[in-house]
């Protein structure tokens, strides 16, 4: 005899079996891939379900899901035309009343495009979706704070603000913490797209992070939220890399956010709100890993030359910046403490050098630091405020990768 957990696991598997089946039997095959959850880019988080009458699919707002009278925010079904062996899947935007058709040539299992007319378009993508999700349960584990109670309702919302935020990211065989930090930073930023943009460099990689980034994360290169780089260096520098990152954003306040930090929901917001205030740099440190998390005008990282490349490719290079920053001409500073806007991945010292040149393997990160920290030191106090003053260029020349590398549809 079965005993009562057994029981009940079969009934509860004879429950899903036979709502699998009434799926099969009610929902038409052309729009049963559909039926899940997707991320699209005016709608936000949706999760597709199968309508009372099972021929369409309901698709729900993720903040409705959970009410008892929610209502669907958008429709699919088959449009049958005369003439056409196979009829058209459609999607009815209920706030809009517009009308869109899926797009087979740009569609794939895990990316539908939708087009309608006068130009009205919409991309829904679950390869974003499934990063986020996954990055989500990895950070909690972790003790870090992802905010997803505020981050989903905002999706299908979009700002605007009269100053732009560029968001500058190096990055060099670290994948094992950009994995899980991109996705994040592009759920919490996805709000303000129209003044915001994900500057991503990737200096060589060959642990896999373009085709991460090109694959799973490509709903955010669609909208222009980000844009991805890729420079051919052998060793890793961090001031050659920050430079590198800064120097092709165009925006007016730049920011630099590690591969490993987590900004959350509303930091841009945060940014602007004191750049309109009088501030001309922040720095948003707090807890482990976010020293690097510097704010400024684009026009002053212009006017010092960035980053001191003069030096050994790991430490102070950040806290020289912010100090030259702060000794400008009618500068005004800030520190900001928070816990919602300062986050990062935790890492050894070892792992921060792994890619630095191998000569100078004998070099621990502290030797690096101090040496560093006493030569930049130095510096400041002749009033060497602008740094790389012998080079053409700071940074390394990139290109832009537009499209993605080993696809997959």
């Excluded at 690096?368 to 003053?389: A, K």
């Amino acid at each position: 005899t079965l005993s009562e957990a057994d029981s009940f696991a079969a009934d509860e598997h004879a429950l899903v079996a036979a709502a699998a089946d009434s799926f099969r039997l009610l929902v038409p095959p052309l729009l049963r891939p559909l039926a899940r959850d997707w991320f699209s880019q005016r709608l936000g988080l949706l999760m597709l379900r199968p309508g009372a009458e099972g021929t369409i699919l309901e698709a729900f707002d993720s903040a409705d899901w959970d009410k008892a009278k929610a209502s669907p925010v958008a429709f699919v079904r088959l449009l049958h035309r005369p003439g056409s062996e196979l009829p058209s899947v459609v999607l009815d935007v209920a706030a809009t009343g517009r009308c869109l058709r899926l797009v087979p040539t740009l569609s794939r299992r895990k990316r539908v495009a939708w087009q309608g007319k006068h130009g009205a378009t919409d991309v829904w993508d679950c390869e974003v979706l499934d990063s986020i999700r996954k990055s989500a349960v990895w950070a909690v584990r972790r003790n870090l704070q992802t905010n997803l109670e505020v981050a989903w309702p905002l999706l299908r919302t979009s700002t605007s603000s009269r100053l732009t935020v560029g968001l500058c990211t190096a990055t060099m065989n670290r994948l094992w913490q950009l994995r899980h930090a991109l996705p994040l930073l592009l759920l919490h930023v996805w709000p303000h797209r129209q003044w915001v943009r994900v500057h991503l460099v990737d200096f060589g990689s060959t642990d896999g992070t373009l085709d991460f980034v090109l694959n799973r994360c490509h709903a955010a290169i669609d909208c222009g939220l980000l844009r991805v780089y890729r420079g051919e260096q052998q060793y890793w520098h961090a001031s050659v890399a920050k430079n590198t990152s800064h120097m092709v954003a165009e925006e007016d306040i730049l920011v630099c956010v590690d591969g490993d930090n987590i900004v959350g929901p509303g930091f841009p917001e945060d940014v602007v709100r004191s750049f309109e205030q009088g501030y001309t740099v922040l720095h948003y440190e707090y807890g482990q890993g976010t020293c690097g998390r510097i704010a400024c005008w684009r026009k002053d990282f212009r006017q010092l030359r960035g980053y001191d490349e003069d030096g050994y490719p790991m430490g102070a290079q950040d806290i020289d910046f912010l100090q030259r920053l702060k000794d400008l001409p009618n500068a005004c500073g800030r520190r900001v403490k928070s816990g919602q806007f300062s986050q990062a991945i935790p890492n050894t010292q070892a792992e921060k050098i792994m890619c630095c040149d191998q000569q100078l393997g004998h070099l621990r990160w502290g030797q690096m630091d101090q040496w560093n920290r006493q030569v930049f030191t130095h510096r400041r106090q002749l009033g060497q405020l602008v740094r790389n003053l012998g080079q053409d260029q700071i940074g390394v020349p990139v290109r832009c990768v537009t499209k993605p590398v080993q696809f997959k549809p």
